[in-house]
């Protein structure tokens, strides 16, 4: 069931859509016994954390996966009647290749504003769902951003106060991206069979945007850093390597090697590709591929406490400074606290704890 199309979502746009109980919405929304409410994130990323982090790490197995692929921006076609960008969707690949593209770049985007829009869901017994806005959330988990998200209450879960309709269409329209945003209410789409309760949630989808065009550019930076191949994983010795193939799901995403110095790894990649550097397998519990989502396009490096876990963006002018001469000669200082970088991420410790 679908409500006020179209509707262009300015403060006096919705209060006449209210006021006027446009399609009956005011009467649907009232009538349903579940309510909504504003709920900190990060309360909500508690009740299913490891689920969070499974989704990141099929995330980015999804860039892993088709690094040496056609690249989505050279086969998609742009549709001027529907302002949408289309391709074969019924393609795993190329499903998996825009996921994942879309996952990073999110990752990446929030970290300087936070989020374009707040996240909307659900509540069923196993946490919270979110939908629309299910890759703004991951990457709000990734980030570990406490902000606020719509939540349906089911389980009468939250102390937080009951939105009203008005309310809470100005909290779901509220962002800074597009000047104006194109929203139609929707009833959920959850199949019967995983329904827990007769009630159906409203969402707001927005319906027209080009934000795709970002994701496109992003899946070709992506395939340009890693030089069309797998990262190589270094560690200080054999045994170690070993261990850490353990702990991955699909081991056979990433190559191999052994290196002393750390600050090598670019110079003995020939400054090509993204290789990582881990020194200590005891630190990491399980499936750790998701850290590459942590290493920007733009990145010299990616890092996990200083020493742990640090990414190399092999190809960056910054990384090329570090040939041997240049590693011999240089302090401690100069090199651990990456002086000789100038774009630097980190993987937040909440990620990093539960490695």
Same mark, same amino acid.
């Given at each position: 069931m679908k409500f006020g199309k179209y509707l262009t979502s300015t403060p006096e746009n919705i209060n006449d859509f209210v006021k006027n109980n446009t399609d009956g919405i005011l009467d649907f929304f009232n009538n349903n016994k579940i309510k909504v409410k504003k709920v *900190?994130?990060?309360?909500?990323?508690?009740?299913n954390f490891s689920s969070l982090k499974y989704q990141l790490q099929f995330g980015a197995q999804g860039i892993l996966k088709h690094l040496n692929k056609s690249r989505l921006i050279?086969?998609?076609?742009y549709n001027n009647n529907t302002k949408s960008y289309l391709f074969s969707k019924d393609s795993k690949h190329q499903t998996e290749q825009f996921n994942g593209a879309k996952l990073h770049w999110l990752v990446n985007d929030i970290k300087i504003s936070g989020l374009s829009y707040p996240p909307q869901g659900y509540m069923q017994? *196993?946490?919270y769902v979110c939908h629309p806005g299910t890759y703004r959330y991951l990457a709000a988990f990734a980030q570990h951003i406490e902000t606020q998200a719509s939540v349906w209450d089911t389980y009468q879960e939250f102390d937080s106060e009951s939105l009203e309709l008005i309310d809470w269409l100005n909290f779901c329209s509220n962002g800074f991206v597009r000047k104006h945003r194109i929203i139609t209410l929707e009833t959920d789409d959850i199949p019967e069979e995983n329904r827990e309760?007769?009630?159906?949630?409203?969402e707001v989808h927005e319906t027209t945007n080009h934000h795709d065009h970002c994701i496109f550019n992003n899946d070709l930076a992506l395939a340009e850093i890693y030089n069309y191949d797998k990262p190589t994983i270094f560690a200080p010795s054999d045994f170690i390597l070993k261990e850490l193939q353990k702990k991955l799901?699909?081991?056979d995403l990433f190559k191999y090697k052994i290196i002393k110095n750390k600050f090598l790894v670019p110079y003995d990649m020939n400054f090509k590709g993204v290789g990582i550097y881990i020194d200590d397998y005891m630190a990491i519990g399980s499936d750790f591929s998701h850290i590459i989502l942590y290493l920007d396009t733009n990145d010299d490096v990616a890092v996990y406490r200083p020493g742990k876990i640090t990414i190399f963006n092999c190809s960056t002018p910054n990384c090329k400074k570090l040939i041997p001469e240049i590693i011999e000669e240089s302090s401690d200082d100069y090199l651990n606290k990456y002086l000789w970088a100038n774009k630097i991420s980190t993987i937040p410790n909440e990620i990093g704890e539960n490695l």
């Open positions: *900190n994130t990060k309360i909500l990323f508690k009740k050279d086969i998609v076609k017994r *196993n946490g309760t007769e009630n159906r949630y409203l799901y699909e081991p």
